[in-house]
Nanobody, 121 residues
Framework: QVQLVESGGGLVQAGGSLRLSCAAS?????MAWFRQAPGKEREFVAL????????YYADSVKGRFTISRDNAKNILYLQMNSLTPDDTAVYYC?????????????????WGQGTQVTVSS
């Protein structure tokens, strides 16, 4: 079981930036960010694989968000730029022991507690 702790959320104006961090207690093949807005389902944001380092983004954040991971420190980051009110959500860090994990929440074994990101217009 990998424990995940997110940090870095907050309130920002539209067009601003935030950087989220996720500290993991152990290593995982795939680490990802998901988000969930009130009344909506949890949705995929971005993932980064440990082996080969492949990265994948949801279309809604491509070009604005950057995911990265420090494998030596077991930390996952999400740099979020050009934020809009539509990005307002609780952001969750997730880790999977399945090398084939992709965009579906059920593919992830471990979840953080979430961090709130609020973007004002």
């Amino acid at each position: 079981q990998v424990q995940l702790v997110e940090s870095g959320g907050g309130l920002v104006q539209a067009g601003g930036s935030l950087r989220l961090s996720c500290a993991a207690s152990g290593r995982s093949y795939v680490m990802a960010w998901f988000r969930q807005a009130p009344g909506k389902e949890r949705e995929f944001v971005a993932l980064a694989r440990r082996n080969g380092g492949s990265i994948y983004y949801a279309d809604s954040v491509k070009g604005r968000f950057t995911i990265s991971r420090d494998n030596a420190k077991n930390i996952l980051y999400l740099q979020m730029n050009s934020l809009t009110p539509d990005d307002t959500a609780v952001y969750y860090c997730a880790a999977s022991t399945q090398l084939s994990a992709t965009v579906h929440p059920f593919q992830y074994d471990n979840w953080g507690q979430g961090t709130q990101v609020t973007v004002s217009s």
